[in-house]
């Protein structure tokens, strides 16, 4: 028996079964840790896929650094989830029919009609020497060169923005200088006095 | 011998992944366990101390000794806390520490996992084991560890960010993200292994690996003097174990990919010298990569004996406005030097 199928089928449960988690979770620090354990397996299941850059680059950059950060907030937000539920049956009649059609519209655009065994022939795995990295190391530079690129400057100028916003000079801030604070001497923080001895009365 | 081999190649590829496994995972916990004597004996030394010296001969056993008494020890878990994400803290400290080896090439057959991508897998892993203290920090339900999962997850994101970088250089230099391909791009003796070219990433990377295994002068996460022993503040017994084991784990972790990445992992120093290379042909390249780590590792523990703790603000200067504005000008630089094909690159 082949293995792939095992592992597609239980890392696409336990994705499932964790993203349904993150929404129903009482606990909102549980809820990020469940979006956490998500993202961890589809990038499992994107290794599946021969896609190991992309996967090993979604642990790196958001298991590793933006979850981090994340569950940072979360936990020192410390929320109190329960007002935030106190509407959930009522508003169920409303959720319902909106989750039916969201479901209703996923099966249309990538159901099978779309992406059938029929119409779309299922990938032949790639030779030993395929470098995902490689391909995609060549057509972002080769053709996706200026999306790439005006990505990287709207990124660029999402960072400055947030600088800009909190560069703002208050004049009761202190600031120290740690080139001075290395170049202190003996000398100016202590002095040595010399005092001739006193007598007892 | 042809049948020990025969037998080895009939058995079934998991028996075999998993013996690998086994083969690598049980020396690792041994050279933690010996690594913490070593590092009393040698703190000792450096502070005219002898250091553990009752338990067995020269206080050889005294690793063990400590395991068995953690081994035994109550495990309390503090009345208020959340009793999974605790007991999962300490697990997830030490699985990501472990994992990472299976990428790690000893020599140039002998290696676990030899995938492509083996650099970004490690980054991947380690940036990863950060969890296991935030778990821990939260979940214990106080205020002390709350404190130290805070700092410890600051710090070791800020750091990641400058080794990422410095890591961007080495396989700039190496022309692949596969250890073992960056270990023979370096080939041609100690001039030619990427500590000099890369000299100002190498020390980047070094100290921010000392920063992410929260070790001396980088240790605020445990700040014995400001919030008692930080994240595991309230771990005992094995769980306390498992985070002890997860940093030492992982300094050993930290010493072998700088000396494969940075000092030419199992290649010998004596290459391209007429007479040594020959007398020293007959070592194993494994001996070669387990001498430089052992360096590494010294200083780990040379770092601990000898600088005082940095204040948090210090930490933070140094990763953001030190390593990163170095390792962002290291990358245009080496990549005009590789493009110039200007020694050692051609």
Known sequence: MAIEPVIFWVFSTILVLSAGAVVTVRNPVHAVIFLVLAFFTSAAIWILLEAEFLALALVLVYVGAVMVLFLFVV????????????????????????????????????????????????????????????????????????????????????IVAAIALTLRRRPQTRYQDPAQQVLVKRGDRVRLVKMAAEKKQ | MDFLIDTWTGLPTVVQILAKIVLIAVPIMLTVAYLTLAERKVIGYMQVRIGPNRVGPRGLLQPIADGIKLAFKEIIIPTNA???????????????????????????????????????????????????????????????????????????????????????????????????DIVLAQQGGVWTWFWLPLLPMFIVY????????????????????????????????????????????????????????????????????????????????????????????????????????????????????VFLPVTLIWIPVLGVWIMLGIWPFH
């Open chain 1, 75 to 158: 936990m020192m937000l410390d929320i109190n989830v329960a007002p935030l539920r106190e509407g959930f049956v009522r508003n169920l009649w409303v959720g319902i029919p909106v989750l039916a059609i969201v479901i209703y519209e996923l099966w249309v655009v990538v159901g099978e009609k779309q992406f059938g065994l029929d119409k779309v022939a299922a990938p032949a795995g790639h030779a030993a020497d395929y470098s995902n990295t490689k391909e995609l190391g060549g057509i972002l530079y080769t053709v996706y060169m200026y999306p790439f690129e005006l990505a990287a400057v709207i990124l660029l100028v999402a």
């Open chain 2, 82 to 180: 959340n009793k999974a994400l605790f007991i999962m803290g300490p697990l997830l400290a030490l699985a990501p520490a472990l994992a990472a080896w299976a990428v790690i090439p000893f020599d140039e057959p002998l290696i676990l996992a030899d995938i492509d991508a083996g650099l970004l897998y490690i980054l991947a892993l380690t940036s990863g084991s950060v969890y296991g203290i935030i778990f821990a920090g939260w979940a214990s339900n106080s205020k002390y560890a709350f404190l130290g999962a805070l700092r410890s997850a600051a710090q070791v994101v800020s750091y990641e960010i400058a080794m990422g970088f410095a890591l961007v250089c080495v396989l700039m230099a190496g022309g692949s993200l596969n250890l073992r």
């Open chain 2, 206 to 321: 070094f100290l921010s690996g000392v920063a992410e295994t929260n070790r001396a002068p980088f240790d605020v996460a445990e700040g014995e003097s400001e919030i008692v022993a930080g994240f595991h503040v309230e771990y005992s017994g094995m769980t306390f174990a498992l985070f002890f084991l997860a940093e030492y784990a992982n300094m050993i972790l930290i010493s072998a990919l700088t000396a494969l990445m940075f000092f030419g992992g199992w290649l010998s120093p004596f290459q391209g010298i007429p007479v040594l290379e020959a007398w020293f042909a007959w070592v194993p390249g494994m001996v070669w990569l387990f001498a430089k780590m052992a360096v590494f590792l010294f200083l780990f523990l040379w770092f601990r004996a000898t600088f005082p703790r940095y204040r948090y603000d210090q930490i933070m200067r140094l990763g953001w406005k």
